[in-house]
Each structure stands twice: as structure tokens, then as C-alpha cells.
């Protein structure tokens, strides 16, 4: 699984394109879904879908209302999610046609920028949901995930920086809601297998697919972490739903010395999954997945009979911790704090939504996206974008994500 997962990202990469910018400079994007991403990530207080195993685990008790929750109430296969950037065809048009010697000389002459990443993503959360006990349910999935990036600086084309990690594990869920169901409280278990590698090679390099995969397998960093999350979330009222979010990403099962973050260009202690084994790379971005501390809003009044509106907003990437120890990354501009969107539905706000259209805002950036659910199938499409500047002023990457589904 974890050969043909790092295959798929490095075909997908190579054959789709690439260009870049400073890779260490992109806020960690976790395990990023369609309609969260729609709504510019602002979902740790909605979290009522399958994303709540990677927003606000206190969701898996609202993905369903509690009287309709009985022995097994979801299951999605293959929960299949791609993902690409805007970027993506510039640099295929740009190398297409060059020998492996030119491939320099093209980018040198190119319109390609370190403003304009290339990025790739293939994954795969098959996931059941089900009710052991009253008001106490569980999920459980299988992950596969592999992303690839590539930046190249045009004043040096003869390089390019590569990110390719994949991760293959599990994630196991469990939720309580009170009588009400008001109050929901969740915790996630992730053990994970992770792939990774992160180093420059010789743009010529990027010419050949065999000879990427070669360089990736050889010298990639292999490690064993295992993540936890923690979530709640609080309804105030019931007409208008105004609701409260609070999770804690990445609970610190260890921590990384010397860590240099991107953001602060100072190396310092930082918490959070840290994954253990042979180190190719030990200055890896990818060594931990930092602690990521969420708060969120969210209120869903009724606009008519069969429709409603949900408007969210969120603060991530809090950290905690001073001098000697820190609990997620010091130094981002809150600029890549802040999330927010707007969700308009069909149906009961307590049950899963046949039709959703979404837009919103992620670190500065319009995002928009849709959801249709059937009884048989689901299909997301999000379009998103992050900032990639490693200055002050904002650089946009344009990513389009889509997933598809069958209900079983």
C-alpha cells in the first residue's frame, strides 16, 4: 500500500506538472476535505460529517442526531480525495518538450516563479460510524494520504525542492454526547507510517519519474507516530444553533530539539506527533506534526422551510508555550489564523444534507465549493487557496480538491 500510495502521488506529480516557492513557508495543512475547505477551513464548530476526524473529533457524535444513530449509521468507501493546484499545467507545458540537459534553460525561460508551487494529492479514509451504547459513538477509518510538492527558484533553475510524504495508518474515534446533545466531547487515536522526503534535487531530475521515485525511495526519512486529538463542542440554543468549538490537534506525544521553524527562521523546541525511525533527513519539516490548538463559531438559522445557512468562523495554529518549549508554531501572521464561510443546505440541519454550495475565506483567500449526497453516493468539490510567501505580502496558491464516495 505505501509503494503504490508514494507511486501514485509521484506519478500524479510528474505527469500533472509542477513550479514552486519556498516549501517551509505553507502553514501544515493536516488532512485537508472538500466541504471543510469550502467553507475556508472554518469547521471546528460544524465537524458533522466524516471531516471530524480530522477538524473536531467531539463531531462524530453529530453526524447524526442521536435518535436516528443505530449500530452502524455510515459507512464510506473508498472516501477517495484528489487534489491539485492552479500551478499544475505550467510547468508540464514549460519541461514537456526539453531534453533532460535543457530542462534548466526552459525554466530559466519560463514563466515559472518561486510564486507558483506545484502540488499534488492522492488519498483514500474508507470510514464506518457506528452506536455501541446510547449517545456514545464511534468511527473508525483507514488512511492513506500522499502529497507532493515541488519549488523550484527560477534564479537557480538548476535546482528544485521536493516534498513527497506519505502517510498510511488508521484513525480510531470515539464521542459522548449528554441527554441533549448539546454537549459532545471526542478524542481520535492515529497511528501512522510515514514516508517522507524532503530535499533538493537537479531540476533535470524532474524530466524522469523513475528517476524521482528512485531518489524519493532511497533517501526518504521512515518513521512511526501516533497522533490524538481532542474536541468539544457546545450548542447554546436550539433554534439558531449557535455553537462553540474547541479542539487540540496533534496532542504532544513528543517533542523535536532544535526544530528550525519556518515561520520564526529560529530553531526551538516544538510538540506534537513526532515520528520515530530511520532519519534521511533529520532537519525534515515533516519530523512532527505540530500541536494545533482550534477555536470555533458557528450558527445555523433557518431561512425557509427546506433550506438553511450555516456561518462559521475559526482562529487556528494557536499555540501555546514560551521560551524553551512551544505547543504548536510560533510566528505566523494571523492573517493564516483566521477562517471563515457560509454554508447554505437543504434539509434538517441535524441530518446529513442532500445538496450544500459553500464559500468562505482561508488566510485571505476566496474559497468556494459544493456537496450533493445521495442515498447510494457523495460527491465534494472545493476550491481553496493558502499562502505560500515566506515575506509579509500574501502570495496565493490556487488548489482545487474533490472527493467521491459510495454509501454502503
Known sequence: MLSSGLKLAATVAILLTSSGSALGTE?????????????????????????AFWTNPAGIARVRKARSREGIHIMKVPNLTLGLNASSRSFYGAIQGASSSGVADVIASSNISTSKPFYARAAAFPVVMFEPEKNQ????????????????????????????????????????????????????????YRYAYEDTVASS??????????RIKKDSNRGLGLGADFGMLFTLA????????????????????????????????????????????????????????????????????????RLSADI????????????GLPGLDISK?????????????????????????????????????????SL?????????????????????IASLSVML
Open 137 to 192: 459513538p464511534m468511527g473508525f477509518g483507514v488512511l492513506s494520504n500522499s502529497v507532493m510538492r515541488i519549488s523550484i527558484n527560477k534564479e537557480i533553475p538548476t535546482d528544485a525542492r521536493v516534498s513527497a510524504i506519505t502517510d498510511v495508518g488508521a484513525s480510531f474515534g470515539y464521542a459522548y454526547s449528554n441527554l441533549a446533545n448539546r454537549l459532545s466531547m471526542g478524542f481520535t487515536f492515529r497511528p501512522t
Open 380 to 400: 465534494e468539490f472545493a476550491s481553496y487557496a493558502v499562502d505560500v510567501s515566506s515575506t509579509v505580502k500574501r502570495v496565493e496558491d490556487r488548489r482545487y
Open 27 to 51: 502553514v501544515p495543512e493536516g488532512y485537508p476535505t472538500p466541504r471543510a475547505m469550502g467553507l475556508g477551513g472554518a469547521f471546528t464548530a460544524i465537524a458533522n460529517d466524516e471531516s
Open 205 to 214: 531530475e524532474l524530466k524522469s519519474r523513475t528517476a524521482i521515485l528512485k
Open 238 to 309: 436550539d433554534f439558531w444553533f449557535p455553537t462553540i468549538g474547541l479542539a487540540i490537534r496533534n496532542l504532544p506525544t513528543g517533542c523535536v530539539n532544535d526544530y528550525l521553524n519556518p515561520f520564526t527562521e529560529i530553531r526551538q523546541k516544538i510538540c506534537g506527533t513526532t515520528y520515530t525511525g530511520s532519519q534521511g533527513n533529520p532537519e525534515a519539516l515533516s519530523v512532527v506534526d505540530p500541536t494545533d490548538t482550534r477555536l470555533g463559531l458557528s450558527i445555523s438559522p433557518r431561512i425557509a422551510k427546506n433550506y438553511g445557512v
Open 316 to 327: 487556528q495554529n494557536v499555540y501555546m508555550g514560551t521560551g524553551s518549549v512551544y505547543y
Open 337 to 377: 489564523m483566521i477562517h471563515g464561510g457560509i454554508e447554505i443546505f437543504s434539509g434538517n440541519p441535524l441530518e446529513r444534507t442532500p445538496f450544500a454550495v459553500q464559500v468562505g475565506a482561508n488566510q485571505g483567500f476566496v474559497t468556494w465549493g459544493f456537496v450533493l449526497n445521495s442515498p447510494l453516493a
